[in-house]
């Protein structure tokens, strides 16, 4: 007897694990009675009725990534390229996940890839190349709508490779590095006409501040003749006087003066190659010194005219 209770009671506690649940945070368990739904069991401690209900499926209620396959697609121009994503999904509703669709994951996959297909075929190869973040929302807004009656919220698509054709990417290469010459050869085009537009203003303004030094130089310099020229008439003033008033020794000094000026022009100009000295400078001075003898007997003979007359 003994024997047999000890296994009734094993039996009996077998039985009460068997239709105690315990359900783990993120997850949500459907419960069938006779292979019909009933009700689902949330995170925590749940007890079924034993022999009437069983747990039916145990669905993942946490985002799960589905990887998308490649596969080929003919753009809007006709180019033929491969495409892969990734897909990012939760399950909102477990009895409609469990028992509206069979393979789940496997349904969403094929879901997406055949909405790739229209999507990126109603568009041209620069458009999806430039344009890929208006791809996955356009996607999305379709995979989401279709996997309602699933129980399922698509939260993101991603298109991860776009791969054209080997000769279809030669020649966007070639076509790049033309475009990047033609800017390049831009640039330095307008770097040669800044540079000599930089060029002929500065020589521009050379020419201005050339004009007016030489401007502000003519200037100076006729003022220069012109104080020299008051100099020298002042000079001739007062030899004027000094011979008028008979002091005949200044006109000598005056035309020394002027002849030792014409020998210094005459030494230091840079046309003249051989210098003719007189043989005799002495005799140049008596010379002057002699016309001064002469300006002044004639000085002197005018006063005694004046008297007899």
Same mark, same amino acid.
Request: proline share 4%.
């Given at each position: 007897?003994?024997?047999?209770?000890?296994?009734?009671?094993?039996?009996?506690?077998?039985?009460?694990?068997?239709?105690?649940?315990?359900?783990?945070?993120?997850?949500?368990?459907?419960?069938?009675s006779f292979g019909k739904y009933t009700r689902s069991l949330t995170p925590g401690f749940h007890i079924l009725i034993p022999i009437f209900e069983n747990i039916g499926a145990k669905i993942n209620r946490k985002e799960q990534v589905l990887e998308v396959a490649s596969q080929e697609v003919i753009t809007k121009d006709n180019a033929m390229v491969t495409v892969n994503g990734v897909l990012f999904y939760q399950i909102q509703d477990a009895?409609?996940?469990?028992?509206?669709?069979?393979?789940?994951?496997?349904?969403?996959?094929?879901?997406?890839?055949?909405?790739?297909?229209?999507?990126?075929?109603?568009?041209?190869?620069?458009?999806?190349?430039?344009?890929?973040?208006?791809?996955?929302?356009?996607?999305?807004?379709?995979?989401?709508?279709?996997?309602?009656?699933?129980?399922?919220?698509?939260?993101?698509?991603?298109?991860?490779?776009?791969?054209?054709?080997?000769?279809?990417?030669?020649?966007?290469?070639?076509?790049?590095?033309?475009?990047?010459?033609?800017?390049?050869?831009?640039?330095?085009? *307008?770097?040669?006409?800044?540079?000599?537009?930089? $060029? #002929? %203003?500065? /020589?521009?303004?050379?020419?201005?501040? &050339? !004009?007016?030094?030489?401007?502000?130089?003519?200037?100076? *310099?006729?003022?220069?003749?012109?104080?020299?020229? $008051? #100099? %020298?008439? /002042?000079?001739?003033?007062?030899?004027? &006087? !000094?011979?008028?008033?008979?002091?005949?020794?200044?006109?000598?000094?005056?035309?020394?003066?002027?002849?030792?000026? #014409?020998?210094?022009?005459?030494?230091?100009?840079?046309?003249?190659?051989?210098?003719?000295?007189?043989?005799?400078?002495?005799?140049?001075?008596?010379?002057?010194?002699?016309?001064?003898?002469?300006?002044?007997?004639?000085?002197?003979?005018?006063?005694?005219?004046?008297?007899?007359?």
């Open positions: 007897m003994e024997a047999v209770a000890v296994v009734l009671l094993i039996v009996v506690f077998a039985v009460i694990l068997k239709y105690v649940v315990i359900v783990s945070q993120g997850y949500e368990y459907t419960v069938e009895a409609k996940a469990a028992y509206q669709v069979e393979n789940l994951d496997y349904a969403i996959m094929n879901l997406v890839m055949t909405n790739i297909r229209p999507v990126i075929g109603s568009m041209e190869m620069d458009e999806w190349l430039s344009q890929r973040n208006i791809i996955n929302p356009k996607l999305l807004d379709v995979v989401d709508v279709a996997t309602i009656p699933w129980g399922v919220k698509v939260t993101r698509v991603e298109i991860k490779d776009i791969t054209p054709p080997t000769d279809l990417i030669d020649a966007m290469a070639r076509q790049m590095k033309v475009e990047r010459d033609k800017r390049a050869n831009i640039l330095e085009a *307008e770097g040669l006409r800044q540079a000599e537009i930089l $060029q #002929a %203003e500065g /020589a521009k303004q050379a020419a201005i501040l &050339d !004009a007016e030094g030489k401007k502000e130089a003519a200037f100076r *310099e006729a003022e220069a003749r012109e104080r020299s020229a $008051q #100099a %020298e008439a /002042a000079a001739t003033k007062m030899v004027s &006087d !000094a011979i008028a008033k008979g002091n005949p020794s200044a006109l000598s000094y005056f035309l020394g003066q002027k002849y030792i000026d #014409a020998l210094q022009g005459i030494v230091t100009s840079p046309n003249e190659k051989l210098l003719m000295m007189p043989v005799d400078t002495t005799h140049v001075m008596s010379t002057v010194a002699g016309i001064a003898e002469i300006v002044k007997d004639s000085m002197a003979k005018t006063p005694k005219k004046k008297s007899g007359e």
